[in-house]
C-alpha cells in the first residue's frame, strides 16, 4: 500500500523490528513512528543497543520490519519486492557508515562510480557524475588514490560522494563520525550541513554524540531499548 | 548490472584472487584436457579406422551382377523391386549407363585370376589381380615401398608383402626386377571351325571382340613384368575381399591379357549372343555414404548387387558407444575441477562477505550478486575450456609421436592416432562453461541470499 506523496520524505508506522536470539526474540525497535520531512536534516540519538541503527537499516531497506510500514516518499519499504529493495537503495536513499565501507581494490574514482554501474548508468555519464560528486566533497586531486591511500576524513568524504553520486533524496549516515577525530568529525559535519542547505537533500544520521547532534541537526529524536524516547526539533 | 559492467567486476575479482582463480583454473583445464585427450583418441581411432576401411574399397564400391550370375551365389542381397525387373546382360551399354549415375566415380571390370610366376627361375603360384588407375589416387598406397604403375598400361607389377616375402627373403631387393607372369589366353578361333564339336567351344569373352560369334581356344603365354613396389595388402580387395590379389597388375594390362576365366564355360552354355559381357563389374562412389542410393539405382536396372553397407553402420554404432565410454572416463575428471570451482568460490564468499553487503547497500540487486559469481564460474570454466582444449590436444600429439615412433621402429608406415575435428573443441569449451556454471550455482545463490546487514558487520 502506498499513501499519498506529500511533504514527508520518511514515515514509519508502529515499526517493530524482532530478532530471534536462540529461544528468545529481542525486539531491536519496537513500535516506533516517526516523519522526517523532505529537507530535513535529523539526528537518531541513542546508547548503544538502542535501535537507532536497526532503524536506519530499515528506512534503507537493509533490512525489513517484523510489523509495522515504512513510507519513504510514500511508498511502502515493507511491501517491496526484493528487487524494488534494491531500486530503492540505489536511487532513492545514499548510505554512509562509520567504517566508511569503501572498496579497498578500487580508486576513489571507482569506488564512486560504483553506484552508477550498479543503477546502470550509461557509461558515458559516468565522468560527469563522479566528477561532481567528487568535486562537491572536495576530493578532485584524489581520484586515482586508493583508500589506504586517504586519511579517514578523506575516506569519509568518499563515502559521502559514493552516497551522493546517484542524486539520492534520502541521505543516510551511521554514525559518520565515529572513527575520526574531533576536527575531522566537524569537517565531516559541516560538509553534511552543506549538502542539506544546497541540495535540499533529507538527512538522517545516527549518532551517540548528543554535542554533535545539537550543534548540526535541525530535529533529534532519541531512542532508547529499541522505543522513541523524545522527538524534538531544535530551536 | 549492465553485462559490461558486470564481466568487468568479475575479471577484477579474478585478478585479486590471482593465484586461487589460477589454480582452480587449471584444475579445470586438467579435466577438459583429459576429455578432449580421451574423446580425440577415440575420433583420430574412428577416423583411421573409417579411412582404412574406405582405402580398402569395400566400403566404397558396390559390385553389380547379373542377375543370372547372382542366383549362382544364391542371390545375397536383393529386394523386391529388384527382383520385379528384368535381369539384364551386364555389357558396355550398362557400364556406361552405370557410369553415368549420380555419385559414381568409376566402373570397371573384376580381373582377377590364378596364375604362377616364375622369378629368378623359380615357379610359384599365386593369384593376379587387375588395379584400376584411380586408386593411385585414393591414398591406399600410401606409405608403399616402391611406386605405383608408372602408366596405366605398364608392364609392372605390385607385390602384396606375404608373396614378395616368398619370393625373397630381402622385400626391398625386389623392387625394380623382373618376373614372369604365366597365365591362359583365351585364344579366337576361325569362325568355321568353331562348327567343329569337341575341343571348341563358342565364346562370348568380356573383351575380344574378334571372338564373336567364335569358339575359343586356351593358350599359355607368358609376360614379363617389372616390380616396382610392395603394398602391405591389396587396397581395393573388390568382392569383399575374397581371394584378395597377390600380384597386383594395372587393369588396362590384365584386360589386354584376354585371360581365360572359370565363367568362360558357363557363358558359352548359356548361349549368349557373343556380344561383350562381364561377369561383375566394381561401381565405384564417391563415398560410403551415397553407397545405398547408387544401389537402389542400379537395382532399379535390373541388376543384383552387393555391398557392405551395413557393416559400416555396425561399425559407426561401435565407435559412438566407444567414444561415451572414453567421453565419460574424461568427464570424470571435469566434475573433480567442477568441486574446485565451488570451493573457491565458497571461499570467496567468506572473504568477500563484506564486499557482498556493501555492493548491496549502494543498490546491487540479488540477481546482480548472483551474476557476479556466476560471470566468475563462467570465466573460470571458458578460460579452463580453452587451456584444456589445447593441453589435450597437446598430449593427443605427444601420444601420436610416441605411437609413429613405435611403428617406425617395427618398420610400419605413420598412423594419425588422434585427431582434434573443430566440433570437439567447441564441445570441449562448452560443456567446460556449462559444468562451471553448474558448479557455480550454489556459491552463486548463497552469495545473493546473504543478509546485507549481516554482511556488512562482518570483519
Do not use: C
Request: no cysteine; charged share 20%; proline share 4%.
Amino acid at each position: 500500500m502506498s499513501e499519498p506523496t506529500g511533504t514527508h520524505a520518511i514515515r514509519t508506522e508502529h515499526v517493530t523490528r524482532i530478532y530471534q536470539m536462540g529461544e528468545s526474540q529481542v525486539p531491536a525497535v519496537n513500535g516506533v513512528s516517526i516523519t522526517v520531512d523532505a529537507g530535513e536534516f535529523v539526528a537518531l540519538l541513542g546508547s548503544s543497543g538502542s535501535g537507532k541503527s536497526t532503524l536506519l537499516n530499515l528506512l534503507a531497506g537493509l533490512d525489513r520490519p517484523t510489523s509495522g510500514a515504512i513510507y519513504a516518499h510514500g511508498k511502502n519499504l515493507a511491501e517491496m519486492s526484493s528487487g524494488e529493495l534494491a531500486h530503492h537503495r540505489s536511487h532513492t536513499v545514499g548510505m554512509v557508515f562509520q567504517a566508511f565501507n569503501l572498496l579497498p581494490r578500487m580508486t576513489l574514482e571507482e569506488n564512486v562510480e560504483l553506484p552508477l554501474r550498479l543503477a546502470e548508468v550509461e557509461r558515458a555519464e559516468r565522468p560527469a557524475r563522479v566528477r561532481e560528486a567528487v568535486d562537491r566533497v572536495r576530493l578532485t586531486a584524489r581520484l586515482s588514490h586508493r583508500p589506504t591511500e586517504l586519511s579517514g576524513g578523506e575516506q569519509q568524504r568518499a563515502s559521502l560522494a559514493r552516497a551522493l553520486v546517484n542524486r539520492p533524496t534520502i541521505l543516510l549516515a551511521d554514525e559518520p563520525t565515529g572513527n575520526l577525530d574531533s576536527h575531522t568529525g566537524d569537517a565531516i559535519m559541516d560538509l553534511l550541513t552543506e549538502i542539506n542547505r544546497t541540495l535540499g537533500m533529507t538527512i538522517v544520521m545516527v549518532t551517540h554524540d548528543r554535542v554533535r547532534a545539537e550543534r548540526y541537526a535541525g530535529r533529534i529524536i532519541t531512542m532508547g531499548d529499541g522505543k522513541l524516547i523524545s522527538d524534538g526539533v531544535r530551536v | 548490472m549492465k553485462l559490461g559492467d558486470l564481466t568487468e567486476l568479475a575479471a577484477r575479482n579474478l585478478r585479486e584472487a590471482m593465484l586461487r582463480n589460477s589454480l582452480t583454473t587449471l584444475g579445470i583445464a586438467v579435466g577438459v584436457a583429459s576429455l578432449v585427450a580421451m574423446l580425440s583418441l577415440g575420433v583420430g581411432l574412428q577416423e583411421l579406422a573409417s579411412s582404412r576401411l574406405t582405402h580398402s574399397g569395400l566400403f566404397d564400391a558396390v559390385i553389380v551382377m547379373s542377375k543370372s550370375t547372382m542366383r549362382g551365389f544364391g542371390g545375397p542381397q536383393q529386394n523386391e523391386a529388384a527382383d520385379a525387373a528384368p535381369a539384364r546382360r551386364l555389357d558396355d551399354p550398362a557400364r556406361k549407363e552405370l557410369s553415368a549415375l549420380p555419385n559414381v566415380v568409376e566402373v570397371y571390370p573384376e580381373v582377377r585370376f590364378p596364375t604362377e610366376i616364375v622369378f629368378d627361375g623359380k615357379p610359384f603360384s599365386t593369384t593376379a589381380a587387375g588395379i584400376p588407375e584411380s586408386a593411385r589416387a585414393d591414398g591406399a598406397y600410401d606409405g608403399m615401398k616402391g611406386n605405383f604403375f608408372s602408366a596405366p598400361d605398364a608392364p609392372e607389377a605390385i607385390l602384396q608383402i606375404e608373396f614378395a616375402k616368398q619370393l625373397s627373403d630381402n622385400t626391398d631387393s625386389l623392387v625394380g626386377k623382373e618376373l614372369s607372369l604365366r597365365y591362359a589366353e583365351r585364344q579366337a578361333l576361325p569362325p568355321d571351325e568353331t562348327a567343329k564339336p569337341s575341343t571348341r567351344a563358342t565364346n562370348k569373352d568380356a573383351s575380344a571382340d574378334e571372338d564373336e560369334g567364335a569358339g575359343f581356344s586356351v593358350v599359355t603365354r607368358e609376360k614379363k613384368l617389372k616390380i616396382v613396389g610392395i603394398v602391405e595388402t591389396e587396397p581395393a580387395a573388390g568382392f569383399g575381399g575374397f581371394g584378395r590379389g597377390r600380384l597386383l597388375i594395372p587393369l588396362a594390362i590384365a584386360q589386354t591379357l584376354k585371360i581365360a576365366q572359370p565363367t568362360d564355360m558357363r557363358e558359352m552354355l548359356r548361349g549368349s549372343s557373343g556380344k561383350v559381357s562381364y561377369d561383375s563389374l566394381t561401381v565405384r562412389v564417391k563415398n560410403p555414404a551415397a553407397v545405398q542410393s547408387v544401389e537402389d539405382s542400379i537395382k532399379k536396372m535390373g541388376f543384383g548387387t552387393f555391398s557392405i553397407l551395413d557393416a559400416t553402420k555396425n561399425l559407426r554404432l561401435v565407435f559412438i558407444v566407444f567414444d561415451s565410454l572414453l567421453g565419460i572416463f574424461g568427464s570424470l575428471a571435469l566434475t573433480v575441477a567442477s568441486l574446485g570451482i565451488i570451493n573457491t568460490l565458497v571461499m570467496a564468499i567468506l572473504e568477500r562477505r563484506r564486499e557482498i553487503g556493501i555492493l548491496k547497500a549502494l543498490g546491487a540487486a540479488d540477481r546482480d550478486v548472483r551474476r557476479l559469481f556466476f560471470a566468475e564460474a563462467g570465466a573460470m570454466g571458458l578460460f579452463g575450456g580453452i587451456a584444456g582444449v589445447v593441453l589435450g590436444w597437446a598430449i593427443g600429439r605427444a601420444l601420436n609421436f610416441a605411437t609413429n615412433v613405435y611403428l617406425k621402429r617395427q618398420g610400419l608406415p605413420p598412423i594419425d592416432l588422434s585427431s582434434v575435428p573443430l566440433w570437439l573443441v567447441g564441445s570441449a569449451i562448452g560443456f567446460s562453461f556449462f559444468v562451471s556454471l553448474i558448479a557455480g550455482m550454489y556459491p552463486a545463490s548463497r552469495a545473493a541470499k546473504l543478509d546485507p546487514v549481516e554482511a556488512l558487520r562482518y570483519e
